[in-house]
């Protein structure tokens, strides 16, 4: 790829400045969140538990998907992910919090799967039992989080660390290095992250519905994951630009090339739903296909269409024209349909289970959902408060400012 543009200057823009608004609407979202979760828990239990697993899984994506990025680009060498690098590290380092969560997530564990009821004898095998026993689940929950954030603390740290101690500036091609130790530890960290996201997303959600299986999905998962997660690098990229914080690092180019990979991994999105659901409609068998029926009757037809819409159809076809990648409002509201359209996944994966019919989101999911906003909005501004927007310190900073990319 051709060089966009000569840098004389290096632009270096210091952590970014909220008003102090944000921070209290943030803080604000956090009790109000709290106090719902608390006062639904007296008023039905499984509602409470069923909207905190919602969330949960919703902003543990967009937390993960940021790790993720991170590991991607340093496994690739890729140099055009540099000048927003510190957008998915700030998703990341809302993982610790995860953590924590999930103890509480655990808490509520008999109120959410039907295996976890004592009594319960559905299941056929003596192995598929001692999977699902408690400590063995809670076990796997614990060390695939704590794991990921040792992950994510190391790539974090190792990033911040340039910005005091930079490397030696080299404005020239960086495609084709063999990996570092940033890359093999990348390496590591997708390992774990394929076998670890996969077991899971199937103990979150697939075990709601103990009799019913696919082995597709880990990768459905891993789809909306990475899809949502450029969608908020994207939308933060687009508002955080308007406002002047990245000191003119991030470019119209720079826009360009992160809606043309949202574009282009809608497509994934769509190729992994549809493969999952021909193979079980083809096969038409009772115990497979009635997990998607029960989503496409009763109202939650319309919300499969409307997902399907906004996660592939919209996206695709907005996103084609080379010239609208530039327009930040297009941008804006791309990004934050598929956002949306992410939340409704983990909506309709999740909500069939205990409303039979289509079940408007009110009080309680919107409650817990602005609780879950709060903590991971204080903690990803806190983290952008307090290190440069851009990685100054990488040695393909200017390579990627300038669109110089092989």
Known sequence: MQSHEQVVDVPKPGPAVFPARVRSFLLASTAIGVIVFLVALLVSPQRAWYSFLT????????????????????ITSATWTVVFRRLPEAAASYLPAAFLLAIVLLIG?????????????????????????????????????????????????????????????????????????????????????????????????????????????????????????????????????RHNMFGGAVKDYHYVDLARIVHAFSIFMVYIGFAQYMLIWYANYREETIYFHQRIVHGWGYLFLFLLIAKWAVPFVILMNQKVRTNEKVLIAMSSLILVAEWLDCYWLI????????????????????GFLGIFGLLATRYLSRHPMVPVGDPKFLNSVAGRYL
């Open 55 to 74: 969330n949960y899984l919703f902003f543990l994506a967009l937390g993960l998907g940021g790790v993720f990025l991170v590991a991607l680009e340093y």
């Open 109 to 241: 564990v008999p109120h959410i799967y039907p295996w976890a009821v004592a009594g319960y004898s559905g299941f056929i095998t003596a192995s598929k039992r001692a999977y699902f026993a408690l400590p063995f689940y809670s076990a796997r929950t614990l060390v695939a989080i704590g794991v990921w954030c040792l992950f994510s603390f190391w790539f974090l740290r190792n990033s911040t660390y340039q910005d005091d101690h930079p490397a030696v500036m080299e404005p020239r091609p960086t495609f084709g290095k063999k990996p570092g130790i940033r890359g093999r530890v990348a390496a590591g960290f997708l390992v774990f992250f394929g076998y670890s996201f996969t077991w899971c997303f199937v103990d979150w959600v697939m075990s709601l519905e103990p009799h019913w299986d696919t082995t597709m999905w880990g990768v459905y998962g891993f789809a909306g994951l990475f899809q949502a997660s450029l969608a908020l690098v994207l939308l933060c990229t687009v508002l955080l630009r």
């Open 351 to 370: 909500m069939p289970v205990i409303h039979t019919s289509f079940y408007v989101p009110n009080w309680v999911e919107l409650g817990v959902f602005l």
